[in-house]
């Protein structure tokens, strides 16, 4: 029964996301930070706030992308939506599952897939950098994008990571930042250092976002 619930949920909202966003348009902004990686066949791992998710799941579907996915419960319903809108998923975090997590993501990189992680997740605090998710990429080599998304207009869950919901018929920018490599030989303290960096970087990006 728990299965069937989740498989509904997922079934649902696809639907759902798929309806949504039907009637959005989207500008997006340095695309070609990723594209070349993938002209080149190098894969590439993106960072995103976790309140942004939703965009992306659409904006990013059928491209084969593997998402670290929170091993909390509300994870499994995560789960089955982006997988029916084409992502992998690899189960764990900074908080539950850690090293199963990073296992995932680096043995897909290796595979040549892209990967996602949402580093203020999976309990917050929001669009606060968690130096641990850039592990993967310091394992793998593999270059680190991070993305930030606006909505004109949009509706905000009252949830820990302030979800961000575009309304129909808004227009959603999807901002590419420059491309940044991890160090292998980092210390705890630089990766301390390159989280906070970024996460300021995404910041800035999002101020005026729509409320």
Not at 101 to 119: E, I, Q, Y
Not at 162 to 185: C, N, Q
Request: hydrophobic residues 40%; positive net charge.
């Amino acid at each position: 029964m728990s299965d069937l619930r989740f498989e509904s949920a997922g079934v649902l909202g696809s639907g759902l996301v798929s309806a949504l966003f039907f009637t959005t348009t989207v500008r997006r902004h340095g695309h070609g930070e990723y594209e070349r990686f993938r002209e080149a066949g190098e894969p590439v791992m993106f960072v995103f706030w976790h309140g942004q998710l939703l965009s992306l799941v659409h904006y990013h579907r059928h491209e084969g992308i593997v998402v670290l996915v929170s091993e909390h419960a509300d994870g499994e319903y995560v789960t089955r939506v982006i997988e029916r809108n084409g992502f992998g998923a690899v189960r764990g975090s900074s908080t539950r599952g850690g090293m199963k997590g990073l296992k995932g993501l680096v043995r897909a990189a290796r595979k040549g897939r892209d990967l996602a992680v949402t580093p203020d997740g999976p309990t917050g605090p929001a669009c606060e950098f968690k130096p641990g998710a850039l592990v993967a990429a310091q394992i793998t080599g593999v270059p680190v994008i991070p993305i930030a998304v606006r909505a004109s207009k949009g509706w905000r869950f009252r949830s820990w990571d302030g979800f961000l919901v575009p309304r129909p018929f808004s227009a959603i920018t999807i901002e590419y930042l420059p491309a940044r490599y991890i160090p292998r030989a980092a210390s705890r303290v630089e990766l301390a250092t390159i989280a906070e960096e970024i996460g300021s970087q995404l910041n800035q990006r999002i101020q005026g976002d729509a409320e």
